[in-house]
């Protein structure tokens, strides 16, 4: 129960306390779905102002709460994840200011406003995250001490906020060597202690599944995927196909990966490869699956990875982390040129029921084709080539999407391309399948490494041909360049998104370099992994470090950081009045004789004491005690340099 009689706080401090809370939240919210940050938000800056002189009834702070609670549902779709609970966390701290008065209040307002930054960090670790949690912690220090200064009733109606700022970066100062100590040498694990739950919400990315217009939130998001590079030859752009999961099953609406068990007894199949290697490696943003890109096609995958038989590879983990992977891969000349016949009835299967006019037009071009099923595919890119446009602006699909978008619609993106012409390909009994994955990326000069964005997400089909297997075919590159009538860079450009200054994140020159200094981010903070803090001495001919060596090493730096502080602590506060600072150390040289001065003698009858211990040096000290109480209680026009100058001088 609150204490009535507890006292309030003055205006100004109340204010700093909101603020602080406010940067606490905002390193949070930018972390959260745009929509409901900004409910949040609104909800925060709506409380402070309603709760300014009296707090808000508790019935109307329970309804609050029970709203925000089922608005942070709503948007995960009732699921409990990372992102759940940062969010009901979010929610609870915006109402958090409608029950506070007291200064023990708004105490404890800050004291929960930190967890804000803290747990951003489950969300993201990106340098804006820091800066931002870095900022919030410090206005939140200075609240306190604010708060503190209150509770002494030493404000005394002024208030120096920069000084004070300065006073609490001294003490972070302080320990800043023994957390880099503990950053770089305190031994890592190489998997968490304890498990963090997954997101509700998954992050952009591919998936085990692909619906017709499903890629549009996809391809909308210019945000990297990963960054490759390549150490010796690169391959064009055009090459740069970049598989993720193969979908062979549809259902006549949605093309998914079929039978989970193939990840449990993973096969290889007889694969003839083009000389020229491609050997690379990439940083793969979170994505929350356990799906790994590779180009395609790989032929050497870091361990604990696995090779599906389509070639798609796999992790034992949720990607939930910027982690790197080593890779090696060569364009395939013959890819599974003896196909099992379960595989190929697969790949022939199609829904009962589903657009009829495709399968009429598959069985027509089988009778015209005969055995040729090149034929077939031939005729299928030059139909594409004719007259289908490329756009992104499609209507809703009915239940023959199929049919559609071959014969009354003619235009769409990749997704409607790729699913058609598998579709048309099976009808005519050529076995095919769709893959999913990313295509092409952009060079950044800079760091020397392509990135591949999430905008660059794509699907394509493979078709299996006799004697050669299966071949990568591309229907959407078959459009007429005439005929591409509507691409994201079209509708960024419309929007404004890009301009003379700079291009889209990862595109222009601006965007190029805060690219190159995430990536400089990643690999220095982010990558820093327990495989590389054992190798971090190797350039100095230390082999690889064990736990019992790491540890070492940081004991002994925590001490000498440890004993930094105590030695900076223990010099106290630096006197700022350089009149002050000069009279002190020359109190000090005399008390290594046993002749210092006691706190409760004025500078005369010190000096007095001392000149009759030591008569050598009673005049000089007179004077300068004279000359000091002149200075302090009876200051005339002019400075007292030459006053500290002669204090330093003199000498017992």
């Not at 090459?239 to 193969?246: D, H, L």
């Not at 193939?262 to 990439?282: L, N």
């Not at 690999?523 to 820093?528: K, Y």
Request: aromatic fraction near 10%; charged fraction near 20%.
């Amino acid at each position: 129960m609150k204490n009535a009689d507890a006292p309030t706080l003055d205006a100004r401090s109340r204010r700093w306390t909101l603020a602080a809370t406010g940067a606490c939240l905002l390193a949070l919210l930018v972390q959260l779905p745009p929509a409901l940050a900004m409910g949040i938000g609104a909800t925060a800056v709506l409380m402070a102002f309603a709760s300014w002189r009296r707090p808000l009834p508790g019935v109307l702070r329970l309804l609050l709460a029970l709203a925000l609670v089922a608005a942070v549902m709503s948007v995960t779709g009732m699921q409990f994840g990372r992102d759940t609970g940062c969010a009901l966390l979010a929610g609870m701290l915006a109402i958090k200011p409608a029950e506070t008065r007291t200064l023990r209040d708004n105490r404890s307002l800050l004291g929960f406003a930190l967890f804000a930054p803290f747990a951003a960090f489950l969300l993201d670790q990106g340098p804006l995250s820091m800066a931002l949690g870095l900022g919030s912690v410090l206005g939140a220090l200075v609240a306190l001490h604010r708060l503190a200064d209150a509770e002494a009733a030493s404000l005394a109606g002024t208030t120096r906020p920069l000084q004070q700022l300065r006073e609490i970066g001294k003490l972070v100062a302080l320990g800043v060597p023994l957390v880099l100590a503990a950053f770089w040498l305190f031994p890592r694990f190489p998997s968490p202690l304890w498990g963090v739950p997954e997101r509700a919400l998954a992050k952009p990315g591919l998936s085990d599944d692909m619906t017709p217009g499903s890629y549009l939130d996809l391809i909308a998001d210019e945000a990297p995927a990963l960054r490759v590079q390549f150490f010796g030859a690169t391959p064009p752009t055009s090459q740069m196909y970049w598989r993720g999961p193969v979908l062979p099953d549809f259902d006549g609406r949605t093309w998914t990966r079929g039978d989970a068990r193939a990840d449990e007894a993973p096969f290889t199949p007889a694969t003839e490869r083009a000389p020229v290697a491609w050997d690379y490696q990439m940083d793969v943003e979170p994505t929350e699956r356990r799906d790994l890109v590779a180009l395609d096609l790989p032929t050497a995958t870091p361990e604990g990875t696995w090779v599906r038989r389509d070639y798609s590879v796999r992790v034992p983990t949720p990607l939930t982390a910027l982690t790197r992977w080593r890779l090696q891969s060569s364009a395939p000349t013959r890819f599974e040129a003896d196909l099992p016949a379960s595989l190929r009835q697969q790949a022939l299967r199609l829904p009962p029921g589903f657009n009829p006019r495709t399968r009429a037009l598959g069985t027509q071009w089988r009778q015209d084709a005969g055995t040729d099923d090149a034929a077939i595919v031939a005729r299928a890119l030059q139909w594409i080539r004719a007259d289908f446009a490329y756009t992104l602006d499609t209507p809703f699909p009915g239940r023959d999407t199929v049919d559609e978008f071959l014969f009354d619609q003619q235009q769409g993106f990749c997704e409607h391309f790729s699913s058609s012409f598998v579709f048309l390909m099976r009808s005519a009994g050529v076995p095919a399948r769709v893959v999913t994955g990313y295509a092409g990326g952009v060079y950044n000069p800079l760091g020397r490494y392509w990135i591949v964005r999430n905008m660059d997400a794509h699907a394509w089909a493979e078709v299996w041909l006799p004697q050669r297997g299966w071949v990568r075919v591309d229907p959407t590159a078959a459009v007429a360049p005439e005929r591409i009538y509507d691409t994201l860079e079209d509708r960024l450009r419309a929007g404004g998104a890009m301009g003379a200054v700079g291009e889209l994140i990862g595109v222009g020159d601006l965007g190029q370099v805060g690219d190159w200094l995430r990536r400089g981010w990643n690999d220095l903070v982010l990558g820093f992994d327990a495989t590389r803090q054992a190798r971090m001495f190797e350039r100095f001919g230390a082999k690889r470090l064990g736990s019992a060596a790491l540890t070492a090493l940081f004991g002994l730096f925590a001490l000498a950081a440890l004993a930094w502080m105590a030695w900076l602590l223990a010099r106290g506060e630096r006197e700022r009045d350089p009149l002050l600072r000069a009279w002190h150390r020359l109190g000090t040289r005399y008390a290594r004789l046993g002749l210092g001065r006691a706190p409760h003698e004025s500078p005369d009858a010190w000096a007095r004491r001392v000149a009759s211990a030591r008569q050598q040096a009673a005049q000089p000290l007179l004077s300068l005690s004279r000359r000091f109480a002149d200075a302090r209680y009876a200051p005339g026009e002019g400075d007292n340099r030459a006053l500290i100058e002669d204090l330093r001088r003199h000498r017992p």
